[in-house]
């Protein structure tokens, strides 16, 4: 995943704005921000997998005698 993130930062970046026409800069801004929804995707799932390490940590504890 980590890969694919700095690749796609690297291509987003890399783009010259300055020679894009009024439906590029529109269809770049949707990509920024598909790109930040989907960062904010990655955080959210892995706090859910920190938090069900710790239930299963739990659940461990309480099913023995």
Same mark, same amino acid.
């Given at each position: 995943? *980590?890969?694919?993130?700095?690749?796609?930062? !690297?291509? $987003?970046?890399? %783009? +010259? /704005?300055?020679?894009?026409?009024?439906? #590029?800069?529109?269809?770049?801004?949707? *990509?920024?921000?598909?790109?930040?929804?989907? !960062?904010? $995707?990655?955080? %959210? +799932? /892995?706090?859910?997998?920190?938090?069900? #390490?710790?239930?299963?940590?739990?659940?461990?504890?309480?099913?023995?005698?």
């Amino acid at each position: 995943m *980590a890969n694919t993130i700095a690749e796609t930062i !690297e291509i $987003l970046y890399g %783009i +010259n /704005q300055e020679t894009l026409t009024t439906d #590029q800069q529109i269809a770049l801004a949707q *990509a920024y921000a598909a790109f930040a929804q989907a !960062e904010r $995707l990655e955080m %959210i +799932n /892995q706090r859910l997998y920190s938090i069900q #390490q710790v239930l299963n940590g739990l659940a461990l504890r309480v099913a023995q005698p």
